[in-house]
């Protein structure tokens, strides 16, 4: 891949240089400057390779979706013809429909206006629950949904003897049974209703976990109100530890610390969203996906 240049910011400066050197291309951060009214100016090299893969993660995502309005065209206007963007969370996907007559399905929006700017997008275990792909969502563009799922297995299968995976809920059962199915590892999954933003009411699955090493996998933690709850009622229910693995570490406000007080003895994530609880990289895959 030597012909592309990757594009990155320096507030994801770890993944972006672990990219580069994995799949041997240049590196370059794009600058950028506040002014005091909150306006940005971003700052590229002046010229570029045809081929640019731009690295953002879309976690936090209204200001980084007017970096990649003002930075995509740019590049294009720089010397870019082929322009792929590396999202590794892909922010406003679980607003899929209308829930309530006027709701806006952001899912739909965000979707087009990617696909304006992009190419091809990447992204990891993106929260689709309605619809099977994410070309789908970029209308005439290729969208590219890669999974962690078989990398957090092997985590849990190195790290827990005897594992028992517990996803939370439906949704969960995607990633539990691929983590689950490439390592042999036991699995369950729970049910859950969703009230509000900080509201779940959880159902654990009906098997028995008294003195199992139980651990929670889910595709993203935000409030943790999913993880907290479920691990709650495992540890209530006897089991011997509870751990918790996700792709995407949001962690809202206090939702980490929150998640430990709850009793949970070990949280790990990817590097997907940067966090202190990164311990599995994304990288090999990226790799992958962007090689073939
Ligand atoms: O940390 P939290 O704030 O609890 O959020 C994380 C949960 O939210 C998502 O599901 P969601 O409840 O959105 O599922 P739904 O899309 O089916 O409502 C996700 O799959 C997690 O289970």
Do not use: C
Not at 39 to 51: I, N, S
Not at 121 to 142: A, N, Y
Not at 162 to 176: M, N, R
Not at 277 to 285: G, M, Q, R, Y
């Amino acid at each position: 891949m030597t012909d592309t240049l990757l594009l990155a910011f320096d507030d994801e400066a770890a993944l972006a240089n672990e990219l580069a050197v994995a799949l041997d291309v240049q590196l370059h951060f794009i600058k950028r400057h506040r002014f005091p009214d909150g306006e940005l100016r971003l700052v590229l090299p002046a010229r570029l390779p045809p081929r640019v893969v731009l690295l953002r993660g879309l976690h936090q995502p209204n200001e980084k979706l007017v970096e990649l309005m003002i930075a995509a065209p740019t590049a294009r206007e720089l010397g870019t013809r082929h322009l792929t963007l590396v999202s590794p969370y892909l922010a406003y996907m679980r607003q899929d429909m209308e829930f309530t007559p006027g709701e806006a399905v952001s899912q739909r929006h965000i979707g087009k206006l990617l696909a304006q700017y992009f190419d091809a997008v990447i992204t990891i275990d993106p929260h689709l629950h309605r619809i099977q792909s994410l070309d789908e969502v970029l209308p005439g563009r290729r969208g590219l949904s890669l999974s962690a799922a078989p990398l957090l297995g092997a985590w849990v299968a190195r790290h827990v003897p005897d594992a028992l995976l517990i996803g939370p809920d439906e949704e969960s059962a995607q990633w539990v049974h691929e983590a689950a199915a490439a390592h042999g590892l036991d699995s369950a999954i729970g049910r859950k209703v969703r009230h509000g933003d900080h509201q779940v009411t959880l159902a654990l699955p009906d098997v028995p976990v008294q003195g199992r090493a139980v651990v929670l996998l889910d595709d993203m933690a935000s409030t943790g109100r999913t993880l907290m709850g479920s691990a709650e009622a495992l540890l209530a229910r006897g089991a011997a530890s509870v751990d918790v693995a996700v792709t995407h570490a949001l962690f809202v406000g206090e939702a980490y610390v929150q998640l430990k007080a709850a009793g949970v003895r070990h949280v790990w994530s990817t590097n997907a969203v940067p966090h202190a609880s990164n311990v599995i990289s994304i990288v090999p895959l990226l790799v992958a996906a962007l090689k073939s």
